[in-house]
């Protein structure tokens, strides 16, 4: 969609960052209109993954790979014995296993984001959504970043919604 239709709205709103004010919003059998704000807190921690187009905005600056997937996994109460084979196995996944201990500075946009996506999969999340990932990006880590999507949607079957003004991203 064009600049200023409402794509980032839509996905906060889906995401449960922002409470619609009217209409009927309902993701994945959530009423997002009924929710209290602690259902809302543990929809987002249960729910959905989310993933911003700034890359910065996606991980803590002074934790490595692992550790923001790890920092997730903490919030979202899994495990702690299962918790680096957990981070280890979304690194791997979305092809960024040799990233693993590098600092969010230390990573280029397109790995930034392929990082992003593992934190965003971390509390196993049955829907994905993406607030255009690829448009900080060129070319060749959009495609990057795309596959890995493609790879997850394959591999654990999370419904993903992408919003993008980009034609060639909606393709």
Request: hydrophobic fraction near 45%; aromatic fraction near 2%; include cysteine.
């Amino acid at each position: 969609g064009a600049s200023g239709s409402g794509k980032s709205t839509l996905l906060t709103i889906l995401s449960g960052l922002d409470a619609p004010t009217a209409g009927r919003a309902t993701v994945a059998g959530h009423d997002l209109l009924a929710m209290t704000e602690r259902e809302r807190v543990l929809y987002r921690r249960h729910t959905v993954g989310f993933i911003w187009q700034q890359t910065s905005r996606n991980l803590v600056p002074y934790l490595s790979a692992t550790e923001n997937i790890e920092l997730v996994l903490s919030i979202c109460g899994g495990p702690r014995r299962a918790r680096a084979a957990r981070a280890a196995g979304l690194l791997e996944l979305v092809g960024a296993s040799d990233l693993a201990d590098r600092l969010p500075a230390e990573l280029s946009g397109g790995q930034q984001q392929r990082v992003a996506l593992a934190v965003a999969l971390a509390n196993q999340p049955l829907v994905l959504l993406a607030d255009e990932p690829t448009g900080e990006l060129d070319d060749a880590s959009t495609a990057e970043v795309l596959e890995a999507m493609r790879a997850v949607n394959t591999e654990l079957g999370v419904t993903t919604l992408i919003v993008t003004h980009d034609a060639s991203v909606s393709q």
